[in-house]
């Protein structure tokens, strides 16, 4: 019996509230990214960097409408490929943007774990591969002890990076209030070799940044109150964290020397350095670790519920929508996701999966926000009770994925094609067996 026959048969639970929903998303965002991608976005667009990640942002709030829309009407596990499968009614776009999306979750795990595994080696002689492994175990052990004990998780150390970001705010404050900047010199530091295409190739890696509000959509199974839920914890988290993200930036141009952000591996610590408080950096690079620690925590969350989602929607095989039921969890899935994201972590660097998992995300963006578009445009009426998106906003969605999905470098779209190539070659191989021909479940 499959995991979504049946009035007894094993199920999700219905644990999280809105409040504990939008602080899920919120921790989802906040971490690696901020952490350590400044120095990678100055690099591109220079003093304009902030604008790189106001540009992102504004990206997330697009995609994150769509996403607040889709999840109201849709609200199952499956995330993106569920919200494919009820729009376009074809089992291969919906299997191939199913395991995409699965597979951005996965890259950015995987990516996270190296950037964990850099903070940690002034402190370990383990080799990195170790501690990123070591490290995904330990997630994926959380992930299966419950929704529950993962949210708590994730609300401890939400609560430890948003604390290593006011910090850095406060450090970056005082140091940039002891200087006695003219507004001439704010301007000119702010906008210092910037050009148009440097800050949308900065906004590019900046999306990165933003990962997260989407996996929040996976968790619509385990909301109490999904169409209220979801769009209140997505729209809060994403205009909270751009906040965040645009003040740590200009911050971080006002402190520490342009030639010494760009590139710099550990940005927000010469921040932080640079401002004299005399913080410790090992203490300072222990938040941060916390930070992508939850990261990770997250994305593998996502990836776990959306194989089972998908497992549900007969798009993968049925032994992934298996529930454990003492745990209530979906262990194979845990597992699957987990083990594949040690995998591609010995595969590449940490910018080269950064970057895409950005370029991944921007495709199935763009693919949802015209799958909003043909639900629209195929229904009489709107049904009660959900939330509708402005009705620009897919519209400004696709156009601004596109735009930023023009500046990343040639190896990153030999990435996803590769991936893309292996969702159909998976298609091919078993999506079928599993049942992928079926109509959606509902």
């Known amino acids: 019996m499959s995991a979504s026959d049946g009035q007894d048969s094993p199920h999700l639970k219905r644990a999280i509230g809105t409040a504990a929903l939008t602080i899920f998303a919120i921790g989802d965002i906040l971490g690696a990214g901020i952490y350590a991608l400044v120095g990678v976005v100055v690099a591109s667009a220079a003093g304009g960097a902030w604008l790189s990640f106001l540009a992102a942002g504004l990206l997330a709030l697009l995609s994150g409408l769509t996403f607040a829309e889709l999840g109201s009407r849709i609200p199952r596990a499956g995330g993106p490929a569920a919200y494919c499968q009820h729009a376009f009614r074809h089992p291969a776009i919906s299997f191939t943007v199913g395991l995409v999306t699965l597979m951005s979750g996965?890259?950015?795990?995987?990516?996270?774990?190296?950037?964990?595994?850099?903070?940690?080696?002034?402190?370990?002689?383990?080799?990195?591969?170790?501690?990123?492994?070591?490290?995904?175990?330990a997630i994926g052990v959380i992930n299966f002890l419950g929704i529950e004990a993962s949210v708590r998780v994730n609300i401890l150390l939400t609560a430890i990076e948003a604390g290593g970001l006011l910090l850095v705010a406060a450090c970056g404050g005082l140091a940039i209030a002891a200087t006695d900047w003219t507004a001439a010199e704010l301007s000119s530091r702010l906008t210092a070799d910037a050009s148009f295409t440097g800050v949308i190739a900065g906004a590019g890696i900046a999306v990165f940044a933003y990962i997260g509000f989407e996996d929040t959509a996976m968790m619509a199974e385990e909301a109490r109150d999904p169409a209220r839920a979801l769009p209140r914890a997505i729209l809060v988290a994403v205009a909270t964290t751009c906040v965040l993200y645009v003040g740590i930036a200009v911050?971080?141009?006002?402190?520490?020397?342009?030639?010494?952000?760009?590139?710099?591996?550990?940005?927000?610590?010469?921040?932080?350095?640079?401002?004299?408080?005399?913080?410790?950096?090992?203490?300072?690079?222990?938040?941060?670790?916390?930070a992508i620690a939850n990261t990770g925590l997250l994305n593998l969350i996502m990836a776990s519920r959306l194989a089972y989602g998908m497992a549900r929607e007969n798009l993968m095989p049925a032994f992934l929508g298996h529930i454990h039921p003492q745990r209530s969890t979906p262990l194979a899935a845990i597992v699957v996701t987990t083990a594949l994201a040690a995998l591609i972590m010995a595969s590449g660097d940490t910018a080269g999966l950064a970057q895409t998992t950005s370029l991944l995300l921007l495709t199935i963006f763009?693919?949802?926000?015209?799958?909003?578009?043909?639900?629209?445009?195929?229904?009489?009426?709107?049904?009660?009770?959900?939330?509708?998106?402005?009705?620009?906003?897919?519209?400004?969605?696709?156009?601004?994925?596109?735009?930023?999905?023009?500046?990343?470098?040639?190896?990153?779209?030999?990435?996803?094609?590769?991936?893309?190539?292996?969702?159909?070659?998976?298609?091919?191989?078993?999506?079928?067996?599993?049942?992928?021909?079926?109509?959606?479940?509902?």
């Open 106 to 137: 996965v890259t950015s795990a995987a990516t996270i774990s190296r950037a964990f595994a850099g903070y940690i080696e002034p402190f370990s002689a383990l080799p990195p591969a170790v501690v990123s492994t070591a490290l995904l175990g």
């Open 251 to 290: 911050i971080a141009l006002l402190t520490v020397p342009l030639d010494e952000l760009s590139g710099n591996k550990a940005p927000l610590l010469a921040v932080v350095e640079r401002s004299g408080v005399g913080v410790p950096a090992g203490f300072f690079s222990v938040i941060a670790m916390m």
């Open 366 to 442: 763009a693919v949802l926000h015209v799958a909003l578009l043909r639900i629209r445009s195929t229904e009489e009426r709107p049904p009660e009770g959900i939330f509708r998106a402005p009705s620009w906003t897919p519209i400004a969605g696709v156009v601004v994925c596109l735009a930023l999905g023009t500046s990343f470098a040639a190896s990153a779209y030999v990435r996803a094609v590769l991936v893309l190539a292996v969702a159909l070659a998976c298609y091919a191989l078993f999506g079928r067996r599993g049942g992928a021909t079926a109509e959606p479940a509902e």
